[in-house]
């Protein structure tokens, strides 16, 4: 699958592996971390990048609104449906490479561990310009509201058991 690219302005932050005590730099976007509606993607095997618009995104809404409605979150304060919600939402973007999410930390390039034991932004600040495809959802678009309904029910049982 080809998916459209994006070039982007990022900046560079630096993670300590929690396992191997490594460091290593990963870029950020947008830079210092936080741009309403706009997301970095990461995914949970291969450290690789997505962009998505959540404003522009009709899919980001949609599983938002089916993730807050589903009964396994009963009684979980909203900071934890959101939580459940990044790691949910990436699911549902076209990918032939693993699953993605918001707010996953970057894998190691020593060890591979994804357990971060610190992060701050590189000082003095550096940027790179990165190009990173455009998150796509045609799959989960095709699929009947039952499908979707169903999906998110997996998912919320297989990353909140």
């Known amino acids: ?3 459209e690219k994006i070039n ?7 993670y300590e592996c ?11 976007y947008p830079p210092g971390g936080f741009s309403y509606g706009e997301f970095m993607l990461r995914s949970n095997s291969n450290n690789r ?10 899919t980001f809404l949609e599983v938002s609104n089916l ?9 979980l304060k909203e900071s934890e449906k959101s939580e459940v919600f990044q790691r949910v939402v990436g699911r549902a973007y076209d990918s032939d490479e693993g699953e993605y999410g918001i707010g996953v930390s970057p894998m190691c390039s020593v060890c591979g561990s994804t357990d971060v034991e610190s992060y ?5 600040p550096e940027f790179i310009n990165i ?3 455009v998150a796509t959802s045609e799959k989960w ?9 169903k999906l998110i029910d997996e998912w919320i049982n297989a990353v909140n058991g």
């Open 1 to 3: 699958m080809k998916l």
């Open 8 to 14: 982007l302005k990022a900046q560079l932050f630096e």
């Open 18 to 28: 929690a396992f191997c005590h490594a460091k290593h730099k990963e870029p950020m």
């Open 49 to 58: 990048l997505m962009y998505l618009n959540a404003m522009e995104d009709p």
């Open 67 to 75: 993730v807050k409605k589903n009964p396994r979150l009963n009684g």
């Open 120 to 124: 701050q932004e590189v000082i003095p």
């Open 131 to 133: 190009s990173v495809p």
């Open 141 to 149: 678009q095709k699929l009947a509201d039952v499908e979707k309904k």
